[in-house]
Antibody, heavy 120, light 109 residues
Framework: QVTLRESGPALVKPTQTLTLTCTVS??????????VNWIRQPPGKALEWLAR???????YYSTSLKTRLTISKDTSKNQVVLTLTDMDPVDTATYYC????????????WGQGTLVTVSS | SYVLTQPPSVSVAPGRTARISCGGS??????VHWYQQKPGQAPVLVVF???DRPSGIPERFSGSNSGNTATLTISRVEAGDEGDYYC????????????FGTGTKVTVL
């Protein structure tokens, strides 16, 4: 059974760096074809894709946030980590991690999401 | 970057057919996926690769994609189909490979 679970702070201050962890089970981050993504959704707004990391450590980033984002993985811990620097109130959102299907183009398995609020 | 435009809302009576459009430049040249999201929940994939359904998704959900518009069709709409729907494209050749549509809220009357 594939599961993903996001964890991290619920509240961060402006200018701080956000670090979120996605802990996965039911599959290995080393397995060929495995890709994990981060996607966010501001309250009442649409989904926004942020980043993806593949089993071979290939990484993809949103062009609009590329300078602020870093995605990495720790295969020994079955974790994917996202950092977003210089947080602003507009970054307030529910952050999801999601595993791609084998073609890498869909999001088949999702975590439950974690709400991050940016406020002083 | 690539923009996918959806109608903000679609209202449909139970038992009727709902059609949700997703407009994008030459979207027919891309593969489109669709997600359903209910309040307070993570999205669920309902159609992938333009017109295929994951296991467990009713046959009432179908998709098509041609030209500048992809369409998600929900036949024999039920109250449980109410929610937000998003189209999505992955373009491996783009600097920004993944785009979601603007989202459509489906209301069952």
């Amino acid at each position: 059974q594939v599961t993903l679970r996001e964890s991290g702070p619920a509240l961060v201050k402006p200018t701080q760096t956000l670090t979120l962890t996605c802990t996965v089970s039911g599959f290995s981050l080393r397995t060929s074809g495995m890709c994990v993504n981060w996607i966010r959704q501001p309250p009442g707004k649409a989904l926004e894709w942020l980043a993806r990391i593949d089993w071979d450590d290939e990484k993809y980033y949103s062009t609009s946030l590329k300078t602020r984002l870093t995605i990495s993985k720790d295969t020994s811990k079955n974790q994917v980590v996202l950092t977003l620097t210089d947080m602003d109130p507009v970054d307030t959102a529910t952050y999801y991690c999601a595993r791609s299907g084998f073609t890498g183009t869909t999001f088949v398995y999702w975590g439950q999401g974690t709400l991050v609020t940016v406020s002083s | 970057s690539y923009v996918l435009t959806q109608p903000p809302s679609v209202s449909v009576a139970p038992g009727r057919t709902a059609r949700i459009s997703c407009g994008g430049s030459n979207i027919g040249n891309n593969i489109v996926h669709w997600y359903q999201q209910k309040p307070g929940q993570a999205p669920v994939l309902v159609v992938f690769d333009d017109s295929d359904r994951p296991s467990g998704i009713p046959e009432r959900f179908s998709g098509s994609n041609s030209g500048n518009t992809a369409t998600l069709t929900i036949s024999r709409v039920e109250a449980g189909d109410e929610g937000d729907y998003y189209c999505q494209v992955w373009d491996a050749g783009s600097d920004h490979p993944c785009v979601f549509g603007t989202g459509t809220k489906v209301t069952v009357l």
